[in-house]
């Protein structure tokens, strides 16, 4: 079974409990998402954790982080002066800018953000995984040079970085857009938030709770309520989409 914890203070007693062992995962898994959950250094403990997070901050320690900001900031420069009108911040920036600079630095130049977002859809072990988040590991095997295989967690380390720092970092950015935004928002009436995973928009929902609005956060976010056949319409009527 799957620990699932959501309350600050459960998360807290976690994290600073050195008896609390990480859910078991198939360490036999052998491709897609159930591969790359056995093999990085989130979803294991003792030895096998020591050294599959020692790979991955090693890889990070290769990384200069000015450099990394200044490639984003380049990149973002690059989108809005080639966008013609508004921008959706969130589809051409939040996910792509970081991806793409964190991606170039562990050696890929290749836009490899949709199959970053179908593998972080899935990754933690809750979650379902699917085929395309199994192909879309596949394809990050591939773009790495990788093989998949129980003793690659070199390739899986790499993976598992864009991974974690996909949807979080476009939730930072989500928050600081909305945290700019607040003002125009009617606390004396529910606010619904909502993403495209629901994952960024539970973030969102609790700050706005913090600051004395009743919101209702869209659960499983629209990725789920494309699926169910329910309606995207744009502001101009048009038929939406998911980015």
Same mark, same amino acid.
């Given at each position: 079974?799957?620990? $699932?914890?959501?309350?600050?203070?459960?998360?807290?007693?976690?994290?600073?409990?050195?008896?609390?062992?990480?859910?078991?995962?198939?360490?036999?898994? /052998?491709?897609?998402?159930?591969?790359?959950?056995?093999?990085?250094?989130?979803?294991?403990?003792?030895?096998? !954790?020591?050294? #599959? #997070? %020692?790979?991955?901050?090693?890889?990070?320690?290769?990384?200069?982080?000015?450099?990394?900001?200044?490639?984003?900031?380049?990149?973002?420069?690059?989108?809005? %002066?080639?966008?013609? /009108?508004?921008?959706? *911040?969130?589809? +051409?920036?939040?996910?792509? *800018?970081? =991806?793409?600079?964190?991606?170039?630095?562990?050696?890929?130049?290749?836009?490899?953000?949709?199959?970053?977002?179908?593998?972080? #859809? &899935?990754?933690?072990? !809750?979650?379902?995984?699917?085929?395309?988040?199994?192909?879309?590991? %596949?394809?990050? =095997?591939? +773009?790495? /040079?990788?093989?998949?295989?129980?003793?690659?967690?070199?390739?899986?380390?790499?993976?598992?970085?864009? %991974?974690?720092?996909? @949807?979080?970092? +476009?939730?930072?950015?989500?928050? +600081?857009? $909305?945290?700019?935004?607040?003002? &125009?928002? @009617?606390?004396?009436?529910?606010? *619904?938030?909502?993403?495209?995973?629901?994952?960024?928009?539970?973030?969102?929902?609790?700050?706005?709770?913090?600051?004395?609005?009743?919101?209702?956060? $869209?659960?499983?976010?629209?990725?789920?309520? !494309?699926?169910?056949?329910?309606? $995207?319409?744009?502001?101009?009527? &048009?038929?939406?989409?998911?980015?």
């Amino acid at each position: 079974m799957t620990d $699932l914890l959501t309350d600050p203070d459960a998360v807290l007693a976690a994290l600073t409990d050195d008896n609390y062992r990480m859910p078991p995962v198939d360490p036999a898994a /052998g491709a897609g998402i159930a591969w790359l959950r056995a093999a990085v250094a989130r979803f294991c403990d003792g030895v096998p !954790h020591a050294r #599959r #997070r %020692a790979l991955a901050t090693d890889l990070l320690d290769g990384i200069d982080p000015d450099k990394l900001r200044e490639r984003a900031r380049d990149r973002t420069h690059t989108i809005l %002066a080639e966008g013609r /009108g508004p921008v959706d *911040v969130m589809a +051409a920036i939040a996910r792509p *800018v970081p =991806v793409g600079v964190l991606a170039a630095a562990l050696g890929v130049e290749s836009d490899l953000t949709p199959a970053v977002a179908a593998v972080a #859809r &899935s990754y933690q072990p !809750h979650a379902t995984a699917d085929a395309a988040a199994d192909a879309a590991v %596949a394809a990050l =095997v591939t +773009a790495f /040079g990788g093989s998949a295989g129980p003793a690659d967690e070199s390739t899986a380390a790499r993976i598992g970085l864009l %991974a974690q720092a996909c @949807d979080a970092t +476009a939730g930072l950015i989500g928050n +600081a857009i $909305l945290a700019g935004s607040i003002d &125009s928002l @009617d606390p004396s009436r529910t606010t *619904v938030v909502v993403c495209r995973s629901g994952n960024r928009s539970e973030l969102a929902s609790l700050m706005l709770q913090a600051r004395g609005f009743t919101t209702h956060n $869209l659960e499983r976010g629209l990725e789920e309520w !494309h699926a169910e056949g329910l309606p $995207l319409v744009t502001d101009d009527g &048009s038929a939406g989409r998911v980015a």
